[in-house]
């Protein structure tokens, strides 16, 4: 079978990126621990989110701005400045973070990047994903790389046509069901979900039953899949 193009996602499938979350809304149960518990602060957290996703998007911009927003509502609208200031120190950081790439991603890409067209397709902040992936070394793997502000399998029949030979001749590869691998394959492509250990649960979901789907213990086991595609 003819498969010419493949999309990667990017954060918790090619670098980390939700253990920085995970450790920022740590801190910011810390800092509220007098407001509320730490299941509490994370539903409202939670909720407010995806009542924003619409408003922000997706990344650490938004993911600021709602947790201010928490805290307001925490603290009746009169959030401490120190709170504040805390908030969006952390924001700062999470956004100077170090990319540190995932085990075997460099190998795989460098495998796939001579017999494939390599696509970067993630959802995000357009300046902070092309800081991570100049940061991260891989830039050059990729023959295309689009920051959309949604996946869903408009998106990828429009990728995969721009980039590619359409979506039945491509794969998508990632850590998300929800946003990597359904749409993916309802646009007629390929879809290998690789977990990571920490799943945002607005990207959670079941997994297909379906012929184009497989599930790959790592990044490594991508070339062989794809060469099991072809054969």
Known sequence: MALTTVGFDADDTLWHNETVFRLTQQRFAELL??????????????????????????????????????AMELCDGEAPAHVVREILAAG?????????????????????????RLVLITKGDLFHQERKLAASGLGELFAAVEIVSEKD???YRRVFERHGTGAGEAAMVGNSMRSDVLPAIEAGAWGAY???????????????EHPRYAELASIAEVPAWLEAIRA
């Open 153 to 155: 399998a408009s998106t």
């Open 194 to 208: 690789v977990p990571y250990p920490l799943v945002w649960a607005h990207e959670a979901a079941e997994a297909p």
């Open 33 to 70: 621990a007098d407001r509320a518990d730490a299941s509490e602060l994370e539903a409202r957290l939670a909720a407010t989110e995806k009542r924003n996703l619409s408003l922000y998007g997706y990344g650490v911009k938004g993911f600021t701005l709602s947790l201010i927003e928490t």
């Open 92 to 116: 700062r950081e999470m956004l100077a973070h170090p990319v540190e790439t995932l085990p075997g991603v460099d190998e795989a890409l460098a495998a796939l990047a001579d017999r494939y």
